[in-house]
């Protein structure tokens, strides 16, 4: 049996990778054993993580063999998502918040505040708490709205951040503004992950082998 994730179709399995999953279900349950715990508890900790790796991990972005990643490292600098992810800090807008200023003043002007939703890939890089606190504080500065027109973002909580937020995406779902959210599957999926503790699920995603 196969399971999928949400982005592609995993290619099969080689045989290598069966022999990297056999090890490490053999390595966990031993050292679970060892420390008390399920091997499902004990690879949720460091210590399951480590023996992962001792089974190597590792599988070209670009798809591939890892001797293909040396290859392009060494005809490019580069290596497929790896080198995109270390560059992010110096590529996002957060580290120049006039660019980001001038995005949002050149949008908001141009479709209207009640046509921007906000969005984020927030899933390669942990909580996006940080970017959303960044873009409650942005303001368009003064100088730039007085030499190319923008309008003001305004409040941290005013019209134009809580249409951009939340409120858009409200409107195009016919939410109304909190009824309907009380009881929606997102709240219920929340409220239950709260009575289960902050503990993640360590559910995989990829191929399942029948026993």
């Known amino acids: 049996m196969r399971l999928l ?7 099969p399995q080689t045989e290598k990778q069966r022999r990297v999953e056999a090890r490490l279900e053999d390595l966990g349950g031993r050292l679970a054993r060892h420390q ?12 399951g993580m480590a023996a992962a790796f001792v089974a190597s991990g590792y599988r070209f972005a670009g798809g591939g063999r890892v001797e293909d990643a040396w290859a392009q490292f ?28 001038a995005m ?23 909580s996006p708490q940080w970017q959303i606190e960044a873009l409650r504080r942005l303001e368009i500065p003064g100088d730039m709205r007085k030499r ?19 409120e858009n995406g409200a409107r195009l779902y016919r939410y109304r503004r909190r009824a309907d959210l009380e009881t929606d599957r997102v709240t219920a999926m929340k409220k239950a ?19």
């Open 5 to 11: 994730s949400d982005e592609f179709v995993p290619v």
């Open 148 to 166: 190319y027109g923008f309008a003001p973002l305004g409040a941290a909580d005013g019209p134009v951040k809580r249409a951009i937020f939340g």
């Open 104 to 126: 949002l003043g050149q949008l908001v002007r141009g479709l209207g505040a009640d046509r921007i939703i906000w969005g984020t890939d927030a899933v390669w890089t942990g």
């Open 36 to 47: 008390g715990l399920t091997r499902r508890r004990f690879l949720g900790t460091a210590s």
């Open 74 to 101: 060494e005809r490019t600098g580069r290596i497929e998502w790896v080198t995109d992810l270390g560059q992010i800090s110096a590529q996002t807008t957060v580290a120049d918040p006039r660019v980001c200023a």
């Open 193 to 211: 992950y709260e009575e289960q503790g902050p503990a993640r699920s360590n559910l995989r995603y990829g191929y399942v082998v029948r026993g």
